[in-house]
Nanobody
Framework: VQLQASGGGLVQAGESLRLSCAAS?????????MGWYRQAPGKQRELVAT???????NYADFVKGRFTVSRDRSKKTLFLQMNSLKAEDTAVYFC???????????WGQGTLVTVSS
């Protein structure tokens, strides 16, 4: 399974960004749970949001009401709409796919989001 994330960049506080993550590879199954994690400088990687293949969503408390996670109809592309961005949202955002059939987590390369205050 390969995950290609894109959409990061530099924005000002209060602005929006939309991240995308495209899954590929013969090992990918649309029934996988996918999600976004982030890692700020000097901090551990943390959960942002996850979404199952049937649309069950889990958000971290710090993004509720500001971020929206979704998948396209094929379930192969994952999105993260980020609104009302704050300086503390600055981090590298990683796309994740949990391949439950193999008990394995797959990670994308990460995309940098920088929010200036």
């Amino acid at each position: 399974v390969q995950l290609q994330a894109s959409g990061g960049g530099l924005v000002q506080a209060g602005e929006s960004l939309r991240l995308s993550c495209a899954a590929s590879g013969s090992g990918f199954r649309s029934s996988a749970t996918m999600g976004w994690y982030r890692q700020a400088p000097g901090k551990q990687r943390e959960l942002v949001a996850t979404i199952t293949s049937c649309g069950i969503i889990n958000y971290a408390d710090f993004v509720k009401g500001r971020f929206t996670v979704s998948r396209d109809r094929s379930k192969k592309t994952l999105f993260l709409q980020m609104n009302s961005l704050k300086a503390e949202d600055t981090a590298v955002y990683f796309c994740n796919c949990y391949a439950y059939w193999a008990g394995t987590n797959y990670w994308g390369q990460g995309t940098l989001v920088t929010v200036s205050s």
